[in-house]
């Protein structure tokens, strides 16, 4: 069965301090991972598709990056803004993702 | 343009009311899924709608109806809800359901049942 863990599970943060996201998957045949933040009582906003291992991508202050058994989701220089809940999901052989639990991040100003 | 709407924003209901979710995206997508989303847990699928036809149901109860009357459109019906079944109900779409395509949700219908 897939599983995907995300840490730390709470993260909070000074505005300006850079940290990083955790995402740790046990897939047999990743197919895709996926990235979307969440504010409270909306739906997830998509960020990042990963496809494979060494593969990066970028918008603003995110940056998210794949390895064979992980996808770290940097934040540099964050501003309150990006105040959120981050999910992390995996996609195998089928339709079905499987998500992790999230990190929620709050920035001070 | 990625989105995905979803009416109403908010629902209160009492066990014996019939309502529905409505979900709609006009991005071609020819996949679209229903979620339900319980506070500080993630989503959790209940319904896929490949070429408007069901193509998965993850064993959820009867009191949830889906339909899919077009390539455009997705209902859920309610009917005889449980209290337990107060979440957030998010619709979903992407270009297929194939592997590996990015799923764009819509903003959630809140759900209380009394």
């Known amino acids: 069965e897939d599983q995907v863990t995300q840490s730390p599970e709470a993260l909070r943060l000074q505005e300006g301090e850079s940290s990083s996201l955790n995402c740790s998957y046990t897939v047999s045949g990743l197919r895709g991972l996926f990235w979307y933040r969440q504010d409270p009582g909306k739906g997830p906003e998509f960020l990042f598709t990963?496809?494979?291992a060494g593969e990066e991508k970028e918008k603003e202050r995110l940056k998210a990056t794949l390895t064979k058994k992980e996808s770290f989701l940097h934040i540099t220089a964050p501003k309150p803004e990006d105040s959120a809940t981050y999910l992390c999901?995996?996609?195998?052989?089928?339709?079905?993702?499987?998500f992790g639990a999230g990190t929620t991040v709050t920035v001070r100003a | 343009d990625t989105e995905v709407t979803q009416t109403p924003k908010h629902l209160v209901m009492g066990m014996t009311n019939k309502k529905s979710l409505k979900c709609e995206q006009h991005?071609?997508?020819?996949?679209m899924y229903w979620y339900k989303q319980k506070a500080k847990k993630p989503p959790e699928l209940m319904f896929v709608y490949s070429y408007e036809k069901l193509s998965i149901n993850e064993s959820v109860p009867s009191r949830f109806s889906p339909e899919c009357p077009n390539s455009s459109l997705l209902n859920l019906h309610l009917h005889a809800l449980q209290p337990e079944d107060s979440a957030l109900y998010l619709c979903?779409?992407?270009?297929?359901?194939?592997?590996?395509?990015?799923?764009?949700f819509g903003p959630g219908t809140r759900l209380l049942v009394l």
């Open positions: 991005m071609g997508h020819r996949a």
């Open positions: 999901a995996v996609q195998a052989d089928d339709y079905k993702l499987s």
């Open positions: 979903a779409s992407s270009s297929t359901s194939g592997s590996g395509e990015t799923q764009y």
């Open positions: 990963l496809y494979s």
